[in-house]
């Protein structure tokens, strides 16, 4: 779906002419280019592993962390590592050499995985916003239980499949007749691409257009009016009514662990459509632009490479993120780190962290029972809004 440089291969203008033959340099920039390109990609790719890598294993590990939204982190998590695994090498390659390196199968499990997850990260997104929405709006409806969740996430991948086969079944790798590329010495190859085969050029218009409409705009639409329906409910629960009394110190410190943790889910909305939006632009730029042969190589050499880079680093600042906003997995990164080299200090009380640092845990009546069918940690039924995590 995202379109390598091989595509626009017999646009460029850096080939020479010989007859009927089109020679294209083996290496699409120069050593200071391609060495910026190979560290801004290393870094990302090194980022996205370690970050995402921690935060399945401090999910994974901690039964305190299991709850509904952190298995909704733990899925963006993954298919977050999917993108650093399968699409942050071959982008980089694909940016640096003329042509598609890889063979058929690389070309269509590239685009598969990377729209796969690309999608489910949105799905699971909205998914997040609605749980939230229950949660606040509506606290008193039935929770979400973690089967559920996991019914859901399964969900997700089976949608972000069903969007992605198209895409799957027309990429392919073609031979470009008459073009070949010339190396330092001056060896020749023939020049190969990876692209979507569609029957008629329309089909894929339309396919774009789908594509943009149903992981785009309509799943971050609906993020925006679930956060904002959840910002006004929160905004109303914390201003007392006329006469009534100030809210009690506990009160308002469970409303700043709301508040604080639904920033860190706004901006990871907010930072996925930013990071996404340029990629998006160029696609749809690609396929209803018209872009002369010197516009559209300067497109494919120099403006693509940013553009998948900053998508990808979405994948990479999401741990970022959670460590920043959420104290349950800022103590997961701290003790990740502080383990190999001294040895965690004795404690009393269960649990890795201390349960009384939890974010998402809340005080309960007296009389409220001990469990719930969301699990031990799951929030309980009363007169605050429930929240579980």
């Known amino acids: 779906r995202y379109p390598s440089n091989g595509s626009w291969a017999n646009t460029s203008e850096s080939h020479l002419l010989k007859e009927n033959y089109t020679f294209l340099a083996y290496y699409q920039h120069s050593s200071p280019v391609a060495a910026m390109f190979i560290l801004a990609y290393t870094?990302?790719?090194?980022?996205?592993?370690?970050?995402?890598i921690l935060v399945c294993f401090i999910v994974v590990k901690n039964r305190q962390m299991r709850t509904v939204t952190n298995m909704f982190i733990l899925n963006l998590a993954i298919s977050d590592l999917l993108v650093g695994i399968f699409c942050m090498p071959t982008t980089l390659v694909d940016n640096l050499i003329t042509g598609w390196p890889f063979d058929n199968t690389m070309c269509k499990m590239s685009g598969l995985v990377q729209g796969m997850s690309v999608s489910a990260s949105v799905f699971t997104l909205v998914a997040i916003a609605v749980e939230r929405f229950r949660c606040i709006v509506h606290p008193f409806r039935q929770k979400l239980t973690l089967r559920k969740a996991l019914v859901t996430i399964a969900v997700i991948w089976v949608l972000a499949l069903l969007i992605m086969c198209p895409s799957a079944i027309t990429l392919t790798v073609t031979r470009e007749e008459h073009h070949f590329m010339v190396d330092t010495y001056n060896n020749s190859y023939p020049l190969y691409s990876c692209w979507e085969a569609w029957p008629e050029t329309g089909m894929r218009r339309i396919y774009t257009t789908v594509l943009f409409s149903h992981i785009y705009v309509a799943p971050l639409a609906l993020?925006?009016?679930?956060?904002?329906?959840?910002?006004f409910k929160l905004f109303k629960s914390a201003a007392p009514a006329h006469g009534a009394r100030p809210e009690e110190p506990e009160g308002r410190k469970v409303s700043r662990k709301k508040a604080k943790v639904i920033n860190m889910l706004i901006i990871m909305a907010l930072f996925f459509t930013l990071s996404w939006l340029p990629l998006w632009t160029l696609m749809l730029l690609m396929d209803y632009g018209c872009l002369s042969e010197r516009q559209l190589r300067l497109v494919a050499i120099y403006v693509f490479p940013f553009a998948h880079w900053l998508a990808f680093f979405n994948s990479s600042a999401n741990p970022i993120i959670y460590g920043y906003f959420n104290e349950n997995f800022r103590r997961g990164f701290q003790e990740a780190f502080r383990a190999p080299f001294c040895s965690p200090p004795r404690r009393r009380h269960r649990g890795p962290y201390g349960a009384r640092n939890r974010?998402?845990?809340l005080a309960r009546a007296s009389d409220s029972p001990p469990h719930s069918e969301s699990g031990p940690l799951a929030p309980r039924r009363t007169g605050v809004p429930a929240w579980d995590g």
């Open 43 to 52: 870094f990302i790719f090194l980022m996205c592993m370690i970050g995402n």
């Open 223 to 231: 993020i925006v009016v679930m956060y904002t329906r959840i910002a």
């Open 359 to 361: 974010v998402f845990t």
